[in-house]
C-alpha cells in the first residue's frame, strides 16, 4: 500500500526579513510573514508605522531593499522586475486604493474592461461580460455607463473593487479602503468586502475599521514602527494583546 504524502499549500504571498528604505528613512525593518489562500488579515498600527508601504511592496509598486517575497511560489524579490513580470504579479495581486484612481475620461465600464483587454489580452465580448458581471456583485450594474465624477465615493470605491475582481487575482490589497469615504457611505463599501471575504477571496487590508478586522480578518497585524510587532486571531489580538504598544494602541482608540 502507498503512503499518501500530506497536501503542502504553497501561500500565495510569502515574505521574509523584508526591509524598505527611503535614503537614509528605514521604513520596513524585517518583516516576515505569510498569506494562505482564503485569509483575510488586517493590518493595523498607528500612522507612519509602514502598514501602506508594506502593502505596496507586496505588488512591487515598491522594490524592496532587502529580503525575499515571494507570490504563489514565484520569486519577486528582484530590484528590477521585467514588465511582463511586474503585469503578470499585478494580476495575481491586485490593488484597490485608498482615492479609488479610476481614470475620469473613461466610463465605469471602460475602467473595468482596460487592464482585461491589455494585460489579460481577452476579448472585448469577454472583457465587457466579466465587467458587467462584477459591476452586477458590487450592486452597480445601472451605473456602467456613468463617469467616476457622478459617482458618490462609496460608489467609486465599489468600481475599484469590481475593477480588481476584473483580473481574477489570487489576493487583492487593500490600503485603508474606506479612510477618504463619508461616515455614511463607509457601511456600503465594508458590506462588499465582507462578501468577498465569505467567497473565500484572498484579502490583506490596511484599515482603522476596527470592528471589520475583529468580526471579519482571521488573522490581525499590528505594526509598529516598521515591524509586526504583534499577530494573531483577531478575539487574541483584541482581547489579550501581549505588547504594551498594542495595548496603548487600542487604549488610544476606545478614547475616541
Not at 199 to 214: L, N, P, Y
Not at 231 to 242: A, C
Request: charged share 20%.
Amino acid at each position: 500500500m502507498t503512503a499518501t504524502l500530506p497536501v503542502t499549500t504553497v501561500p500565495v504571498i510569502a515574505c521574509e526579513n523584508l526591509h524598505k528604505s527611503y535614503g537614509s528613512l528605514e521604513v520596513l525593518k524585517g518583516v516576515s510573514t505569510t498569506f494562505q489562500k482564503g485569509d483575510v488579515v488586517s493590518i493595523i498600527g498607528p500612522s507612519g508605522c509602514g502598514k501602506s508601504t508594506f502593502l505596496r511592496c507586496l505588488n512591487r509598486l515598491e522594490a524592496i531593499n532587502q529580503g525575499r517575497l515571494e507570490v504563489m511560489g514565484q520569486d519577486v524579490s528582484a530590484s528590477k522586475l521585467s514588465w511582463k513580470a511586474l503585469y503578470n504579479l499585478r494580476s495575481q495581486v491586485s490593488m484597490v486604493f485608498q482615492h479609488f484612481n479610476l481614470f475620469p475620461h473613461l466610463t465605469v465600464l471602460e475602467n473595468l474592461m482596460l487592464s482585461p483587454r491589455r494585460v489579460l489580452k481577452a476579448s472585448p465580448a469577454d472583457c465587457h461580460a466579466l465587467a458587467m458581471h462584477y459591476l452586477s456583485k458590487v450592486g452597480l450594474s445601472e451605473r456602467a455607463d456613468a463617469y467616476p465624477e457622478q459617482l458618490s465615493g462609496g460608489q467609486k470605491q465599489r468600481v475599484a473593487i469590481a475593477r480588481s475582481l476584473c483580473m481574477k487575482p489570487e489576493a487583492i490589497l487593500f490600503d485603508e479602503p474606506t479612510s477618504a469615504l463619508d461616515p455614511e457611505l463607509v457601511g456600503e463599501v465594508l458590506g462588499v468586502m465582507r462578501q468577498l471575504a465569505e467567497e473565500g477571496m484572498t484579502m490583506i487590508v490596511v484599515t482603522h475599521e476596527m470592528q471589520f478586522a475583529r468580526e471579519v480578518s482571521n488573522k490581525v497585524l499590528f505594526f509598529n514602527a516598521g515591524v509586526i510587532e504583534e499577530e494573531g486571531q483577531p478575539e487574541t489580538v483584541f482581547t489579550n494583546p501581549s505588547s504594551d504598544r498594542l495595548k496603548a494602541f487600542l487604549r488610544r482608540l476606545t478614547q475616541h
